[in-house]
Each structure stands twice: as structure tokens, then as C-alpha cells.
């Protein structure tokens, strides 16, 4: 009887212990994977939907010979669209007229790009007004928005560069649209797939965000050795 008690008692075998490791190995491994996997996805998507902004704008000039959001004459076209636009040439986001807004409604209008947004600001996220997939495109990343904006010369420029660009990032604790969601690799992988792949030239172009881990670019290219989100994008559409 004493034989029997201590034999139910003996602990796992080297054999079964390393069967036990292999299986543990394997399920962190197929974690870590499929983590790699819905990232690469969520990466992927940025670059479908700036492709997607992209055909969508051009689409919409040239049918409409203005941009989105820019459109004075909307309502003719559509009479539940939220406003018109001031027809200067540009997509203006100086908080009067909010053709940034309004330049989703009007693409999602006409057809040229998917969703509903509502044209107008979001007083529940100051100050940009901004509400990812309400008023504004999304990405399968959590919390990024599509913004559209303006370098306006002479003192708002971009390394010397004025024009309209589309930018991508999240909205920092203080409201702006600078937080950066992406790590300088997968920054450089978007560039590389919709235009040139170098952070300082080209129209996509990498920089360093707000509050991120570490930089963004060295020496005129993407940091790829820094591996903690500290990238924003933005997409030129159209120089001054």
C-alpha cells in the first residue's frame, strides 16, 4: 500500500517535462506570430487606404475640376452635404470653413472612397475636432486618422515645401494630430510600397511625432534600428 501511495506521487518525467516545454514553445510562438501577423495587416492597411485617398482625390479633380472639401458649388450635386467650400484651390483647415471635413463627405458622396462622415467638427475631441472614422478615415490601427492640411507659404512650410498633404497619425493627450503610431520600419515599408521609400523626399514623407520612443529618421532616411513607434506620415496631393 505504501509502494502505491508514493508511486501516484512521483512528479513528471524528463520526457514529459520536455513535452511540456515543446508544447508551451509552440503556443508562444504561435502568439508571437499571429501578433507579427495582425500588425503586418494593420501596417498594410495605411498603405491601402492612402492608395485609396489617393485615386479618390485625383478622381474627384478631375471630375469635378476642384478638390474635395473645396467644392463650392456641393450642394448642387448633393443637397445633404454639410456645406459647400470656398473654391480657392486648396483644402483649408483654418478652423472657419472646415473643407478638411468636408472633403471625406463630399469623396464619400460622389462614390470615390468608402465610408460616412459628417463633414463637421467633433466638439467632443478638442481642439482639431477630429473623430477617427466619424468625421475622418481610419486604419485598422487603433485610434489613427486621415487628416487632410495645409503648408501655407510664406512661414508654414515643410523643409521649404508648400502645398496640401494628407497626413497620418493619432491624436496626442493635448488634442493635436501628432502622435506617432508607427516604428521607423514600418514608416519606411508604406513609403517603399506608394513612392519612394526615403523619408526626405518623394511625396511621403516620415518625420518625428510627438511624445514618441526615440527618432523617427537619421541622417535623411528612416531609423530603422529604432524599433518603438515614433513615426507620423504625410502624403503630398498637391504642391504651391
Known amino acids: 500500500m505504501q509502494k502505491e501511495r508514493m508511486k501516484t ?3 513528471f518525467s524528463l520526457v514529459e517535462l520536455s513535452i ?3 508544447v508551451i514553445g509552440l503556443i508562444v510562438g504561435g502568439v508571437l506570430a499571429g501578433r507579427e501577423i495582425i500588425r503586418n495587416a494593420e501596417v498594410n492597411s495605411v498603405a491601402a487606404e492612402l492608395a485609396a485617398i489617393e485615386t479618390g482625390i485625383f478622381t474627384f479633380e478631375s471630375k469635378y475640376n476642384l478638390l474635395p472639401g473645396d467644392l463650392n458649388i456641393a450642394t448642387t450635386y448633393w443637397p445633404a452635404v454639410t456645406a459647400n467650400g470656398d473654391g480657392n484651390g486648396f483644402v483649408d483647415d483654418d478652423f472657419g470653413i472646415r473643407e478638411d471635413l ?10 470615390v472612397m468608402r465610408g460616412n462622415y459628417t463633414g463637421v467638427a467633433d466638439p467632443a475631441f478638442p481642439p482639431s475636432g477630429i473623430n477617427p472614422g466619424v468625421n475622418a478615415p481610419t486604419s485598422k490601427i487603433i485610434a489613427s486618422s486621415f487628416t487632410l ?3 501655407i507659404p510664406p512661414v508654414d512650410d515643410y523643409n521649404g515645401v508648400y502645398g496640401q498633404f494628407v497626413r497620418f497619425a493619432g491624436q496626442t493627450p493635448t488634442g493635436t494630430l501628432m502622435k506617432p503610431l508607427l516604428n521607423p520600419s514600418e514608416a519606411k515599408r508604406i513609403d517603399a510600397k506608394t513612392d519612394d521609400g526615403n523619408s526626405e523626399t518623394g ?4 518625420y518625428n511625432g510627438t511624445g514618441g520612443s526615440g527618432n523617427c529618421t537619421t541622417a535623411g532616411n528612416y531609423n530603422v534600428a529604432n524599433n518603438g513607434p515614433s513615426c507620423c506620415l504625410h502624403w503630398w496631393t498637391k504642391y504651391q
Open 20 to 22: 511540456v516545454m515543446v
Open 149 to 151: 492640411q495645409r503648408h
Open 9 to 11: 506521487t512521483q512528479g
Open 203 to 206: 511625396d511621403i514623407i516620415g
Open 102 to 111: 468636408l472633403a471625406w463627405q463630399h469623396m464619400a458622396l460622389a462614390g
